[in-house]
């Protein structure tokens, strides 16, 4: 069964900067997409940002030049660099990883912005 172990997430200032780790297991085969969603309170959750494979990207326009999507297939694990974060950005953040036509999900990580 596959798991999913997000990492990273915390209280920090408007301008500073979080990491966040995703780390799956249970898996034999490298994971099609891994990705990254963020739900704020009253809100639908949302794509922040996708990588395939192949190292394909993308992004939601509201973090575009701020945040940054990486992958290490040997590891099963996703990273996301967020700088210059913003109130705005303060959510749960969640890993998700696509194999073939199976979706799982984490369990999500606090991230949390003063101004």
């Known amino acids: 069964q596959v798991q999913l172990v997000e990492s990273g997430g915390g209280l920090v200032r408007a301008g500073e900067s979080l990491r966040l780790s995703c780390a799956a297991s249970?898996?034999?085969?490298?994971?099609?997409?891994m990705g990254w969603y963020r739900q704020a309170p009253g809100k639908q959750r949302e794509l922040v940002a996708r990588?395939?494979?192949?190292?394909?990207?993308n992004y939601a326009d509201s973090v575009k030049g701020r945040f940054t999507i990486s992958r290490d297939n040997a590891k099963n694990t996703v990273y996301l660099q967020m700088d210059s974060l913003k109130p705005d950005d303060t959510a749960v953040y969640y890993c998700?990883?696509?194999?073939?036509?199976?979706?799982?999900w984490g369990q999500g990580t606090q991230v949390t912005v003063s101004s």
């Open positions: 249970g898996s034999r085969f490298s994971f099609n997409a």
């Open positions: 998700k990883a696509e194999l073939f036509s199976t979706t799982t």
């Open positions: 990588i395939t494979g192949g190292g394909s990207t």
